[in-house]
């Protein structure tokens, strides 16, 4: 039986891919989900697996912070929508790199690799030049600029005069320090991974804030956090932290 640990912070994301795993294999057995950085260190602590699915951004960090605070060494799997995200180096150091969404066939090359390396130890993923590459080590990794279109015009707005970024009717739309709306051709999740993690965080489904956008923060039922933008949101709704990134985002708040 191959135990599995699946790292992702989208409970609904989780459940599709223990789905997928489940019936690609009737030898595997997703053994947890874990959601966070530190549920994650707190349960590897204790517990072992053949093999990790992990996302890398997860609500309270980038989840190679769990492999720099413990000694592991089991193959790992990157799940994540960072497209542009050091792709080599994960083909190279961990067992595979799988773009959301997931591809079926795709995540039975990944197992079947897996089980290819499983007894070949020179050929196993070297972690620490993973973890290497992983750490964000200037603002250049992260995408400074976006393309939008105003009419037949092309204009490309800089990172550094993004308020915000919400989605809404299947639509992402970036939001600027002047308050003007721009429709943007990628969806929430990719921009996590192009977005520097210290300037914007992902507080709901919805939204990604920049932290000059946040002008006041209110305490909200189920000890969640109301937010105050600046622009004003223009649907004119509450913008309120989700209760699972509530704890992550004023960890967030107070690096």
Do not use: C
């Not at 019936?23 to 530190?38: G, I, P, Q, R, Y």
């Not at 997860?58 to 912070?65: K, V």
Request: hydrophobic content about 35%.
């Amino acid at each position: 039986m191959l135990n599995i640990l699946i790292i992702e912070d989208e409970p609904m994301a989780a459940d599709d891919l223990e789905q997928v795993i489940t019936s690609l294999d009737s030898e595997v057995n997703v053994v947890a989900k874990k959601e966070s950085v530190a549920s994650s260190v707190e349960w590897l602590e204790e517990n072992e697996v053949d093999l990790i699915l992990s996302d890398i951004q997860l609500g309270d960090g980038l989840s190679f912070e769990i492999f720099e605070k413990l000694d592991i060494t089991t193959p790992i799997i990157i799940t994540t929508a960072y497209d542009n995200y050091a792709i080599q180096a994960f083909k190279q150091n961990s067992i595979d790199y799988l773009l959301k969404p997931i591809d079926e066939q795709e995540l039975k090359k990944a197992l079947d690799k897996y089980k290819d390396l499983h007894d070949r130890e020179e050929d196993q993923p070297n972690i620490q030049e993973l973890l290497k590459t992983l750490r964000p080590g200037s603002e250049s990794e992260f995408q400074e600029r976006f393309i939008v279109t105003l009419g037949e015009r092309i204009e490309s707005i800089p990172v550094s005069e993004v308020a915000y970024f919400f989605s809404e009717d299947r639509y992402t739309y970036l939001v600027n320090r002047d308050g003007k709306q721009h429709i943007i051709n990628t969806n929430l999740g990719e921009l996590e991974g192009k977005l520097n993690p210290k300037k914007f965080y992902r507080i709901n489904r919805k939204y990604i804030i920049g932290y000059d956008a946040i002008q006041r923060m209110v305490a909200y039922s189920k000890s969640r956090v109301k937010v105050e933008l600046l622009p004003e949101p223009p649907n004119a709704m509450d913008v309120v932290v989700s209760v699972e990134r509530s704890g992550p985002f004023k960890k967030w708040l107070n690096q």
